[in-house]
């Protein structure tokens, strides 16, 4: 995530940081700083958790609300912006397990925002194998990718340096 800010984020942009678990948590909202958004993400990562949340749910009790996530990201923080490019950056394994809202109704928020949905997987091997959960994580980024025309990058495959060459400026 920093290698990526630091060389995708130039002063006239603007990116936001959104954690999401069962929760979603506006971690970092829009800067044109990456060192902003890195603090931030450090606070998160070190137990800070009184961060503003994008659609409180209740109702999901555990696991990751990976489509909820991209979908109130659009509908909230995306739209009402028109004529500026708009991306939407999801580093994630591809496993949702707690969204209210499914991978169609992500991508058709995306899509009503005018945003470009770029995916960077990560997946954990066994054995030098990826499991079931992971196959099917990897083609849930792939999706919503091709369906916004972004790229799916996934680093174990492919250089960073190359990826992030892609990616928004």
């Known amino acids: 995530i920093e290698a990526f800010l630091r060389r995708a984020i130039t002063p006239k942009d603007k990116a936001m940081l959104l954690c999401f678990g069962n929760r979603l948590r506006v971690v970092g909202d829009f800067s044109s700083s990456a060192d902003d958004l890195m603090d931030a993400l450090g606070a998160f990562q070190k137990g800070k958790r009184s961060f503003p949340e994008l659609a409180p749910d209740d109702t999901r009790s555990a696991g990751t609300a990976l489509f909820d996530a991209v979908y109130f990201t659009a509908a909230q923080k995306l739209t009402g912006s028109a ?28 899509q009503a925002a005018d945003s470009v949905i770029y995916t960077v997987r990560y997946t954990a091997e066994k054995n030098r194998y ?40």
């Open 83 to 110: 004529g500026e490019r708009k991306a939407l950056i999801l580093f994630s394994d591809g496993e949702d397990n707690s969204s209210e809202h499914d991978l169609m109704d992500a991508i058709g928020e995306a």
């Open 130 to 169: 990826l499991p079931a959960r992971a196959r099917y994580g990897i083609r849930e980024m792939d999706r919503p990718a091709t369906e916004t025309g972004g790229p799916s990058f996934d680093p174990s495959t492919q250089p960073a340096g190359k990826a992030l060459g892609a990616a928004p400026a």
